[in-house]
Each structure stands twice: as structure tokens, then as C-alpha cells.
């Protein structure tokens, strides 16, 4: 994330950052965000499988489509708008903190914590401000999400599990 959000190119490129992050901030300053993105996972999953599932029974019971691959289809970019929609503001909040210096004294330039994080930029920015960069998040969250539940079922119809 930092490597994207710099404006000028660090000598090294990958190597070169991660030295200069482990010179600046020591080992923690590597990790900086990792419970972040690990509750980030946490929601994809927990609001795209039971998505998913609904938005495929719902289709199929209602008479619309059948168990078809359209169903899937659907059912599987209806599951990454879920995602998307569940998940943008943990990704706003996790660049701004991955992204804020730490001070010598080893407190933050600008967000005391995630909550502080989102609490600030809620109310500086507005509510929408969570949602940047949600258009890409979905157009690529919607693909995804296509891809891997027609090889998830293709892999149960092999298997014999459908």
C-alpha cells in the first residue's frame, strides 16, 4: 500500500521499502496493518458465502432462472457487491493507518486508532468518504467471485458432491 500511495520512488523498489520502513519504524512498522486486513477477511467471507447462497436460492426459487450458470452468474456478483459494500470502509480506514507516519515517541502522526481513524474521517469528510475507491473495489471483487464459484461448483460436479 505504501509503495502505491508515495508520490516519489524509493532506490530498491520492494527490497529498498522495506528497509526503509524496518529503519524508521523497526519490525512493528512491517506489520502495521495486519489485524486490519485479517477483519477485513473476516467480513468478505462473512458476508459474501451466506450472500451468495441466498441470492442463489432466492433466483432459483423464485421461478426467474433455473441451476443454471447464470444463476451462478448472479448470485456471484451479487456476493461481491455485498463484499465490496461490507468491506470499502475497513480498506479506507487500513490505507490511512498504514499509511500515517509513527512518531519517534511511537504514537501516530494522525489517528489515534481505527476507531479515531474512522471517526475522523466520517466526520471531516462525510459518510461517502468510506466509500472511496468502491467502484474498483467491486469491479474486481464481482469478477473474482464469478471465477471462483463456477470452479468451486465444476470441482463439486467432479467430485460427485452435486
Known amino acids: 500500500i505504501r509503495m502505491q500511495a508515495q508520490g516519489h520512488v524509493i532506490r530498491g523498489g520492494m527490497i529498498g521499502n522495506f528497509i526503509?520502513?524496518?529503519?524508521?519504524?523497526?519490525?512493528?512498522?512491517?506489520?502495521?496493518?495486519?489485524?486490519?486486513?485479517?477483519?477485513?477477511?473476516?467480513?468478505?467471507v462473512g458476508v459474501e458465502l451466506p450472500v451468495y447462497d441466498l441470492a442463489k436460492k432466492h433466483i432459483i426459487m423464485s421461478g426467474?432462472?433455473?441451476?443454471?450458470?447464470?444463476?451462478?452468474?448472479?448470485?456471484?456478483?451479487?456476493?461481491?457487491?455485498?463484499?465490496?459494500?461490507?468491506?470499502?470502509?475497513?480498506?479506507?480506514?487500513r490505507t490511512r493507518m498504514m499509511n500515517q507516519s509513527t512518531l519517534q515517541s511511537g504514537t501516530h502522526s494522525a489517528y489515534k486508532s481505527t476507531i479515531d481513524c474512522l471517526l475522523q474521517t466520517w466526520k471531516n469528510e462525510g459518510f461517502v468518504a468510506l466509500y472511496k475507491g468502491f467502484w474498483p473495489n467491486w469491479l474486481r471483487l464481482g469478477p473474482w467471485n464469478i471465477i471462483v464459484s463456477f470452479f468451486w461448483k465444476c470441482c463439486n460436479m467432479l467430485c460427485g458432491i452435486i
Open 20 to 44: 526503509n520502513i524496518y529503519q524508521n519504524e523497526g519490525a512493528r512498522g512491517l506489520w502495521k496493518g495486519v489485524s486490519l486486513t485479517a477483519q477485513r477477511a473476516a467480513i468478505v
Open 64 to 93: 426467474f432462472m433455473g441451476d443454471t450458470v447464470y444463476t451462478h452468474f448472479l448470485a456471484s456478483f451479487t456476493c461481491g457487491l455485498a463484499g465490496a459494500l461490507a468491506s470499502n470502509p475497513i480498506d479506507v480506514v
